[in-house]
């Protein structure tokens, strides 16, 4: 016989009374939010009622940090917030100051940032397609994805020096020409990619397994979605159009071919089939452009110091996790008097208590993992 | 609609609108005491129909502060800017995480980085500071000697 304590007590009335509420933190340190995120989930036997996120852990405060760097250095900084598309980070924000200097840059320089941009984006899919699957119990994925995504780093390495926070994209252009190599490199992973990109459905999309926990869990309306800002695969899942590339494109976007991908589901597996078929439309991007790189600068002549005239500048490009927007207000200097990052990510993760409201505690970790958070992108 | 409906039409709907130029978007500043009416009219207006806010943020202009709202349409995909003057020592403004639910993340944002008091809001917190943080960092004359190193 257990001794009756107040809290046993309560505990058994709520039992069998009102139904008990059991509150759990998940995080900061814990394998699926994928980074320092810390989720305070209110349970009621094992139905999620309330999730909560609790963000700022890895906060650097990169907005105020840009406002004392000049135009040429604040780029650096913003590889450090959604490391997975460090590439769509820079070019948002040399975007950005194109804009506000309005320098027309080199179609060299335009073809080399799309292709690099959508090998980032088969990176940061490839990533999370491995851990997607990894979060609902399948090891071995994971292995397979870092394997073909060694190839993108290698790739990246021998052209922009780094693996991960590249700094390549610069206001004008970009810093160095591509490697003798990359032509070839980049063709050689197309060949390998093709074939591995099947073996990826065929040992984790066909999966009952995976299938049953993905299938009708975390929907997310068409109207939801619009209203809490969601972009990217996580928005198209449920039927919103929001393809930057396609609505406002931007570099050569609107010269190749490709589908935006959209799929009606608004479940977490609508939301992997978008991203499954974004693999695929990224990989023919990159093979109608590897062959058509043409000559010429790849870095348009600027000035040593930048100054942006007075005024307001907002730039956006897509992503792996949606639409990224770079908002400058100048007043003229040489640093920024303002900036405002738009990240995919925190937009995406405010729907996250209303997608998982209802289902098991379970389903959270599939849920979250469809979103396909990166905490540093969140925080800034 | 192009820029120039929608500046006839928003005149219609707001008679003391002030329109800034210079701006990709049409710019206009809206009276913080109204501004809820209007946020609710743009979002359900049929012609306006601003469903998606995209960006919002606040900046600091040392003797006041402004609210930037990004909106755009997804049915007719036209964009519009919406700013608010704030009284810096203290800034209010009604909430509208009930009208986009964007909203409720951002303003905590704000409010956290700015100060800004969001009135009816339904949660408003720190969202990235911790609760015991003093002043306000993104403000222009936040100090902090330890922390911060000015180049």
Redesign the interface.
């Known amino acids: 016989m257990y001794r009756q304590t107040e809290i046993l007590k309560k505990a058994a009335s709520n039992e069998t009374e009102d139904g008990g509420e059991l509150v759990i933190n998940v995080g900061p340190q814990h394998p699926s939010t994928h980074g320092v995120l810390h989720l305070v989930i209110t349970l009621s036997g094992e139905t999620i009622k309330n999730v909560e996120p609790h963000?700022?852990y890895i906060?650097r405060?990169i907005?105020?940090m840009c406002e004392?760097?000049s135009y040429r250095q604040f780029i650096y900084v913003t590889s450090r917030m959604d490391y997975l598309s460090s590439h769509i980070n820079n070019h948002g924000c040399a975007l950005c100051v194109e804009k506000g200097l309005q320098i027309e840059i080199p179609p060299r320089a335009k073809v080399i940032r799309v292709l690099m941009d959508e090998l980032t984006r088969l990176a940061s899919h490839q990533l999370w397609w491995g851990a997607m699957a990894m979060d609902v119990g399948a090891l071995t994925p994971f292995f397979h994805a870092f394997r073909e995504r060694e190839m993108i780093n290698d790739i990246m390495e021998e052209t922009c020096g780094a693996r991960l926070t590249m700094n390549y994209m610069v206001p004008g252009g970009v810093m160095y020409d591509i490697h003798p190599n990359f032509q070839k490199r980049v063709k050689e992973f197309i060949e390998e990619f093709k074939r591995k990109i099947d073996e990826y459905d065929e040992l984790v999309t066909g999966n009952i397994i995976f299938q049953n926990r993905m299938k009708n869990v975390g929907y997310l309306s068409k109207?939801?979605a619009?209203?809490?800002?969601c972009t990217g695969p996580t928005a198209r899942g449920s039927g919103?159009?929001?393809d930057i590339r396609k609505?406002y494109p931007y570099e050569v976007y609107d010269q190749v071919q490709f589908n935006e991908v959209t799929e009606t589901g608004g479940d977490c597996f609508a939301r992997y089939l978008v991203r499954m078929q974004e693999l695929r439309q990224s990989l023919s991007i990159v093979e109608q452009l590897i062959d058509n790189i043409p000559e010429g600068d790849f870095l348009a002549k600027t000035k040593a110091v930048l100054k942006l005239p007075k005024?307001?500048?907002?730039s956006r490009v897509e992503t792996a996790r949606g639409?990224f927007?770079v908002?400058i207000?100048s007043e003229g200097g040489t640093t920024p008097?303002?900036i405002?990052f738009?990240s995919p990510g925190?937009?995406n993760?405010?729907?996250l208590n209303?997608m998982a409201k209802g289902y098991k505690i379970g389903d959270l970790v599939a849920i979250m993992g469809t979103l396909d958070l990166v905490i540093p992108d969140i925080?800034r | 609609m192009t820029n120039e409906e929608l500046k006839i039409k928003l005149t219609e709907l707001i008679p003391s609108v002030v329109f800034e130029e210079?701006?990709?978007w049409i710019?206009a500043f809206v009276e913080g005491s109204n501004w809820k009416t209007i946020a609710q009219q743009l979002r359900s207006n049929e012609g306006f129909e601003f469903?998606?806010?995209?960006?919002l943020?606040c900046?600091?202009w040392k003797t006041y502060l402004t609210m930037?709202y990004?909106l755009t349409s997804?049915t007719y995909?036209h964009s519009l800017v919406i700013k608010a003057k704030l009284d810096r020592n203290n800034p209010e403004l009604e909430t509208v995480s009930d009208i986009?639910?964007?909203a409720?993340?951002?303003e905590r944002?704000a409010y956290d980085?700015f100060g800004v008091k969001f009135l009816h809001h339904p949660d408003l917190r720190r969202?990235?500071?911790?609760d015991d943080f003093n002043g306000y960092?993104?403000r222009k004359d936040?100090e902090d000697p330890i922390n911060m190193i000015?180049?």
């Not at chain 1, 619009?226 to 800002?229: A, E, P, Q």
């Not at chain 2, 969202?127 to 911790?130: A, F, G, H, K, S």
Request: proline share 1%.
């Open positions: 963000l700022g906060h405060s907005e105020k004392s760097l109207e939801d619009i209203s809490y800002g919103v159009i929001c609505l005024g307001e500048f907002y639409e927007g908002y207000v008097y303002r405002k738009r925190f937009s993760l405010s729907a209303h925080d | 210079g701006g990709e710019t469903d998606y806010l995209f960006c943020t900046i600091d930037v990004h997804t995909r986009w639910r964007t409720e993340f951002n944002e980085l969202l990235l500071l911790t960092p993104l936040f000015k180049l």
